[in-house]
């Protein structure tokens, strides 16, 4: 094979376009699979969840916003070909794979026509400083035969992953069984439908790895669904899809008729005595590129045809929710929500997720001062993308609320915060100190950041600012459409469709 060079600008390039172009783009057989659980939900609540994805999804592409505020772990699977070499102009020293796609990530998420968030942590078990650009970005590697390398880039949000499961079978057990039960237990915080990825086989660690690069590639089960299953390996793909949507988890574990939109499944050789087996699903904000470079230059993307949104509306028909005055919360008008209330948020609320509360309980545990007061006010789960000029803030979804669970308790008794919002279930923790306070959780739709954004007037840091995103900012937002899925009294629309909610 003749050798290649293939330079380094062109790879840092591709890898960074190619994050800009999935922040915005859905991958257009990803819409058309939404589309077509849309129009076949009979659930009226999961419909207007999946109308809401859609809706933001048209809009993201519209203006070149990021369809989620989490705008994810970037993923970079490399196939390199044993005859390539990589030449950079800038340095004599040929940089690593790793530190040429840190570039990218760096460069892509901070862009200044379309900013991405960062996300990533450094010292996870110490500080947990914010990297501030995304990096590192999560690098595989797989040398191969050949002069060119092929790529994979997805920015993965971490919603999914953190409902990632394995297990070690016997080899006599049904993989089908076992995936289709862990699906309750996950709860809706990885903001379903979405696909399933399944690794089956090899050993404990390359079965997450299958499971993780089984999730790109395009979605087709409405192809095997017709054609009917040609092998065992399609067979049990169409048992667990038929098997999951059974379930009637539904849209953001509202309930109804789509859980997963398809099941992917890669697998591979194991010890006899063996059968690992992996799941992770993905969220609405699927999001990855392949390509290919052969040294002729960067990698050209297409983007989908502005009309595969044509039959979306632009912005969601009027929900008749009650409206709210967040400035002038009482537990009195709290006590008259009923689970499954559709709200119109107006007025100032409060953000916190993971690292501002833990800096909140700690400072009620060493009874010192709070740097807010919460008493009667509302805390929004968010970590949002920074706005660009004309916005109050960037895209701006909930995140998964039951990470919060476990403060509950101390924050509703200790400093009278009346209301949280949030993305899914909350656990049997949070439910208690919920009835036992009187107050309410709201849910907004995961998925639909961009939109929800939209309903945000002003934004600005309130405290804890080297969080970075995950600050506490106080947004003043104008009819904020929300469904109460916990109030005072402790009934939850979540509880009424999962059999056990677990306290995650
Ligand atoms: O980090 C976020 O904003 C959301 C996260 O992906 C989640 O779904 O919990």
Known sequence: MTPRTIRADDLVDSIADAL??????????????????YESETHGP????????LINSKLCAAAHRPVCQDTGVVHVFFRMGMDV??????????PSLQALANRAVARAYRCKENPLRASIVLDPLGARTNTRDNTPAVVHIEMIEGN?????????????????????LNPSDSVADWVVSQLPNMGAGWCPPGVLGIGVGGSPEQAMLM?????????DMHVLQAAGPQNPLDALRLDIFERINALGIGAQGLGGNTTVLDIKIEHAASHAALLPVAIIPNCAATRFVRFELDGSGVAQLVPPPLSLWDDIPDALPG????????????PGEVATWRAGDTLLLSGTLLTARDAAHKRLADLLERRQPLPVDLRGRAIYYVGPVDPIEGEAVGPAGPTTSTRMDKFMPALLEQTGLLVTIGKAERGPTAIEAIRRAGAAYLMAVGGAAYLISKAVRSARVVAFEDLGMEAIYEFTVENMPVVVAVDSDGRSVHKTFFATVSDI
């Not at 499971?211 to 979605?219: H, Y």
């Not at 929900?319 to 009482?330: I, K, N, P, Q």
């Open 85 to 94: 070499r990589i030449h950079d102009e800038s340095t004599d020293i040929t």
């Open 319 to 330: 929900l008749g929710g009650r409206s709210v005055d967040l400035d002038t919360l009482t």
């Open 148 to 168: 060119t390398i092929g790529m994979i880039v997805a920015a993965k949000g971490g919603g999914g992953d953190v409902k990632a499961r394995y297990t070690m």
């Open 211 to 219: 499971a993780k690069r089984a999730l790109f590639s395009p979605i």
């Open 46 to 53: 999961a419909r207007n969840a999946l109308l809401q994805i």
């Open 20 to 37: 800009q172009f999935m922040s915005y783009y859905h991958p257009a057989d990803f819409v058309q699979s939404l589309k077509r659980a």
